[in-house]
């Protein structure tokens, strides 16, 4: 029997990552290693697996399957996502490798003394990493679905989830690291195939590409996907668009798993070189995903992306559906296969089989799901040191912990964060993964990343606008979300997709109204003694 190129694939995979997990595990016996690799991470590395935590499902899978459905609206993501470094560049990589040790909440806390600032940073940490989290998982099960068809994608997200835990809690930060290293390069390699493909197709003319893109057929319309309007669209476009756009661009500011990993290395100067490394990567992919979208709409065609069955299975489906029978026979595509649901998520693995067949299709879905796996890693091991280091050691047993009952709490509580981000994550598998992540950024932009910018660059700013400012970020975004069209449909109190436009605003302005009204000399004082550490490194964690 020949054996599954996936199969084989995505074991590979697994069986060198699983040998790196466990090498890293003699390395993260005591939490500095479990949470930050020793801080022996170079720049260089630290670029890579930045970028491997970034180019998550929602860009490989997400991106790709919105610009093969939207277009020119689809292509705003990655440009917001592109953008969104500019501000952790200047801003923050140099001040939160000085400033931090472990956690988001070590760097507000430095300059903001308090437990409820404190608290307030660990729990949006917390929500924040759950909700990037729950969008990886949900593409976790659209690839697993699509290639193994009698593994439901309910299935495919306890097996994503289950895996992730391995790596989590036997090599910690060094394991972690080195996962999402190999998955950026692997990321890169398909997308970089893909991309040639698809130019190779129309003739290594980018303008017959994009002249293609102009006649594509959505519901049988004849769409011209260079044009905006396709996705944000109705009397509110402008201010979605504007509201993605500002979550985007700051919500990198304020994303947990992506801050943590500037405690790894060993300077500062190795933080803004890992930045450089990271933008140069990430840059190069989102101008793949571009190739990729456009691709899978003219070659694939919006209305072959989603969820398919053969002949055989049709059958049984129809026999279950007769509702469905018409439509699903006028479906009926050369390939053999019925659409029985369209899913954007699909659009990156249908292109490959379009253009390189099963073995190819194999190949990006490995990738695919590598990918999902090194970045819920990362997410739960951001989640977890935030509980055991900012709620147990921290709050709860006031600094007196024993080390291995640090460790213990910390992988305890990965273990807790993990079971809860699958049971969301079987809740909501049918969302597009792009846009569940933009709402993660929404609440980041909204609350981490106003206490952390004005932390670092306002001498006045206090605990009380840190709290202040978290609270009204914290719950107006996701208070907004929850009544937005996408949750809410027809029935939508928010006319807005992204709470953005309101709740950053709402964020900063309460931090500065509670700083206002409450002024904190002891807090200005300290920020003499931050502006040394964070610009030179006098006293930073080694």
């Given at each position: 029997?020949?054996?599954?190129?996936?199969?084989?694939m995505?074991?590979?995979?697994?069986?060198?990552?699983?040998?790196?997990?466990?090498?890293?595990?003699?390395?993260?016996?005591?939490?500095?290693?479990?949470?930050?690799?020793?801080?022996?991470?170079?720049?260089?590395?630290?670029?890579?697996?930045?970028?491997?935590?970034?180019?998550?499902?929602?860009?490989?899978?997400?991106?790709?399957?919105?610009?093969?459905?939207?277009?020119?609206?689809?292509?705003?993501?990655?440009?917001?996502?592109?953008?969104?470094?500019?501000?952790?560049?200047?801003?923050?990589?140099?001040?939160?490798?000085n400033?931090?040790?472990?956690?988001?909440?070590?760097?507000v806390?430095?300059?903001?003394?308090?437990?409820?600032?404190?608290?307030l940073?660990?729990?949006?940490?917390?929500?924040?990493?759950?909700?990037?989290?729950?969008a990886?998982?949900?593409?976790?099960?659209?690839?697993?679905?699509?290639?193994?068809?009698?593994?439901?994608?309910?299935?495919a997200?306890?097996?994503?989830?289950?895996?992730?835990?391995?790596?989590?809690?036997?090599?910690?930060?060094?394991?972690?690291?080195?996962?999402?290293?190999?998955?950026?390069?692997?990321?890169?390699?398909?997308?970089?195939?893909?991309?040639?493909?698809?130019?190779?197709?129309?003739?290594?003319?980018?303008?017959?590409?994009?002249?293609?893109?102009?006649?594509?057929?959505?519901?049988?319309?004849?769409?011209n996907?260079?044009?905006?309007?396709?996705?944000?669209?109705?009397?509110?476009?402008?201010?979605?668009?504007?509201?993605?756009?500002?979550?985007?661009?700051?919500g990198?500011?304020?994303?947990?798993?992506?801050?943590?990993?500037?405690?790894?290395?060993?300077?500062?100067?190795?933080?803004?070189?890992?930045?450089?490394?990271?933008?140069?990567?990430?840059?190069?992919?989102?101008?793949?995903?571009?190739?990729?979208?456009?691709?899978?709409?003219?070659?694939?065609?919006?209305?072959?992306?989603?969820?398919r069955?053969?002949?055989?299975?049709?059958?049984?489906y129809?026999?279950?559906?007769?509702?469905?029978?018409?439509?699903?026979?006028?479906?009926?595509?050369?390939?053999?296969?019925?659409?029985?649901?369209?899913?954007?998520?699909?659009?990156?693995?249908?292109?490959?089989?379009?253009?390189?067949?099963?073995?190819l299709?194999?190949?990006?879905?490995?990738?695919?799901?590598?990918?999902?796996?090194?970045?819920?890693?990362?997410?739960?091991?951001?989640?977890?040191?935030?509980?055991?280091?900012?709620?147990?050691?921290?709050?709860?047993?006031?600094?007196?912990?024993?080390?291995?009952?640090?460790?213990?709490?910390a992988?305890?509580?990965?273990?807790?964060?993990?079971?809860?981000?699958?049971?969301?994550?079987?809740l909501?598998?049918?969302v597009?993964?792009?846009?569940?992540?933009?709402?993660?950024?929404?609440?980041?932009a909204?609350?981490?990343?106003?206490?952390?910018?004005?932390?670092?660059?306002?001498?006045?700013?206090?605990?009380?606008?840190?709290?202040?400012g978290?609270?009204?970020?914290?719950?107006?975004?996701?208070?907004?979300?929850?009544?937005?069209?996408?949750?809410?449909?027809?029935?939508?109190?928010?006319?807005?997709?992204?709470p953005?436009?309101?709740?950053?605003?709402?964020?900063?302005?309460?931090?500065?109204?509670g700083?206002?009204?409450?002024?904190?000399?002891?807090?200005?004082?300290?920020?003499?003694?931050?502006?040394?550490?964070?610009?030179?490194?006098?006293?930073?964690?080694?």
């Amino acid at each position: 029997m020949t054996p599954d190129p996936l199969v084989v694939m995505f074991g590979l995979f697994l069986a060198v990552t699983l040998v790196i997990t466990y090498w890293a595990s003699a390395r993260s016996s005591s939490s500095r290693g479990f949470y930050t690799a020793h801080r022996e991470i170079s720049g260089m590395q630290n670029g890579w697996a930045i970028a491997g935590d970034y180019m998550s499902a929602a860009s490989f899978l997400g991106i790709t399957g919105l610009i093969a459905f939207f277009g020119f609206d689809g292509f705003l993501y990655a440009v917001g996502w592109i953008v969104a470094y500019l501000t952790v560049l200047f801003v923050l990589a140099e001040p939160m490798r000085n400033v931090g040790r472990y956690t988001v909440a070590d760097v507000v806390a430095f300059r903001l003394r308090g437990r409820g600032v404190r608290a307030l940073t660990a729990a949006s940490t917390l929500v924040i990493t759950l909700l990037y989290m729950v969008a990886q998982m949900v593409g976790a099960g659209s690839i697993v679905n699509l290639l193994i068809q009698r593994i439901d994608d309910i299935v495919a997200i306890v097996l994503v989830g289950s895996l992730m835990l391995v790596y989590v809690l036997i090599g910690g930060m060094l394991a972690t690291t080195w996962v999402q290293i190999i998955k950026a390069g692997l990321l890169l390699a398909a997308s970089l195939t893909l991309g040639v493909l698809v130019l190779a197709h129309f003739g290594y003319s980018p303008g017959a590409l994009f002249d293609a893109a102009t006649r594509v057929h959505i519901g049988g319309i004849p769409t011209n996907l260079l044009q905006p309007g396709h996705f944000f669209k109705g009397p509110h476009a402008g201010l979605d668009l504007f509201s993605l756009g500002l979550a985007l661009a700051l919500g990198t500011a304020g994303l947990p798993h992506i801050l943590t990993r500037f405690f790894t290395v060993p300077s500062a100067r190795a933080a803004r070189t890992s930045v450089g490394w990271a933008m140069a990567l990430i840059g190069t992919f989102y101008l793949l995903t571009t190739f990729m979208g456009l691709g899978a709409a003219t070659i694939v065609g919006p209305a072959h992306i989603g969820k398919r069955i053969d002949g055989t299975q049709a059958i049984r489906y129809i026999a279950r559906h007769p509702e469905r029978a018409q439509a699903l026979n006028a479906e009926f595509g050369k390939d053999g296969f019925i659409v029985t649901h369209q899913n954007n998520n699909l659009a990156a693995p249908l292109l490959a089989e379009a253009l390189g067949g099963p073995l190819l299709m194999a190949f990006v879905a490995a990738v695919a799901f590598a990918t999902i796996l090194a970045v819920v890693a990362g997410l739960t091991l951001t989640a977890a040191s935030a509980f055991s280091h900012d709620i147990w050691y921290s709050l709860i047993r006031r600094g007196d912990v024993p080390e291995n009952e640090q460790l213990f709490v910390a992988r305890s509580a990965a273990l807790l964060f993990g079971v809860l981000a699958i049971a969301l994550s079987m809740l909501l598998h049918r969302v597009n993964v792009a846009f569940l992540v933009g709402l993660a950024f929404a609440v980041a932009a909204s609350t981490n990343a106003p206490a952390l910018i004005l932390a670092l660059t306002w001498r006045r700013f206090s605990s009380a606008g840190a709290i202040s400012g978290m609270i009204a970020g914290l719950i107006s975004s996701v208070a907004l979300i929850a009544v937005s069209p996408d949750v809410m449909h027809e029935h939508a109190l928010f006319p807005l997709r992204n709470p953005g436009i309101v709740s950053i605003p709402l964020g900063f302005l309460a931090a500065v109204a509670g700083t206002l009204v409450a002024r904190d000399h002891d807090s200005e004082n300290r920020f003499n003694e931050l502006e040394v550490r964070a610009n030179t490194g006098i006293g930073a964690e080694r």
